[in-house]
């Protein structure tokens, strides 16, 4: 849905708020979730990552590095060959752009040097 901005507001854009409260009715309880990293295949058979700021009281630790190589790992498994030094800048920069690890929307890899 979005990401906490301040003392419980979340973004969302205004299409997503008028689709929200149109289906959920008044007092519907809501569960927010600390998800900064995200990862996941698009139709076209890209891989992508996606990560924001992680939340203050998560910050300083590497569980988010762990998670992030272990949910791409999980998704990869033997189907894609991941340069995970792209996961690893995803997570140190988190703002929010989508990376293409890959498939066709994925950057071309560097030639090797010799």
Request: hydrophobic share 40%.
């Amino acid at each position: 849905v979005g990401m906490r901005v301040s003392r419980g507001c979340i973004r969302m854009f205004p299409e997503d708020i008028k689709s929200l409260y149109e289906r959920m009715p008044t007092g519907t309880q809501v569960n927010l979730m600390d998800a900064p990293f995200k990862a996941g295949w698009a139709a076209d058979g890209t891989l992508f990552v996606q990560s924001y700021p992680q939340l203050e009281e998560n910050v300083g630790d590497f569980e988010p590095l762990l998670s992030a190589i272990e949910r791409v790992s999980e998704l990869a498994e033997d189907q894609a060959e991941v340069d995970y030094a792209q996961v690893k800048l995803a997570v140190e920069n988190p703002d929010g752009r989508l990376i293409a690890l890959y498939g066709p929307q994925a950057p071309a890899p560097a030639p090797a040097e010799e």
